[in-house]
């Protein structure tokens, strides 16, 4: 084991130390670190701000239950529009992903449960591209 005593010397001498010579780049030295993932948020950000969900063809329920059968029979992704707007009566987000159920009401998918009656339409995503 190894005892290391701390003398009222050295510790004026680190004392002086950072008090007069050492100089903190403070963020500069960060810069270079963030700018990247910054700027990319901020596009992504930008992306998400101008997007505009299309309004699909409502669908008949029957319809929808029985392409989410089959989504789910298959591990196809699908794309999800509800029956929402927001403020300026454009669609929100449709939501993508992998059906994980069913209840008796609607379906989880993407960590959600969207009950039946609030789903517009729905996409097989190979069908999108």
């Known amino acids: 084991m190894v005892v290391i005593v701390m003398t009222d ?3 004026d ?4 130390f950072f008090k007069n010579d050492y100089r903190e780049r403070g ?12 700027t990319s948020s901020l596009k992504q950000e930008a992306h998400q ?14 319809e929808i239950k029985s392409l989410l059968q089959y989504a789910t029979l298959h591990y196809e992704v699908v794309i999800i529009q509800e029956d929402y707007a927001d403020q300026t009566n454009q669609m929100l987000s449709n939501i993508v992903g992998l059906v994980a159920g069913f209840s008796d009401r609607g379906i989880m998918i993407a960590g959600e ?5 609030n789903i517009r339409a729905v996409r097989l995503k190979h069908d999108d591209n």
Do not use: A, C, Q
């Open 9 to 11: 010397e050295f510790n």
């Open 49 to 62: 701000r101008h997007h505009v969900t299309n309004k699909l063809m409502r669908m008949p329920l029957p």
């Open 27 to 38: 963020k500069v030295k960060w810069h270079g670190y963030f700018l990247s993932d910054h």
């Open 13 to 16: 001498i680190v004392t002086n």
């Open 113 to 117: 449960h969207i009950l039946f009656e």
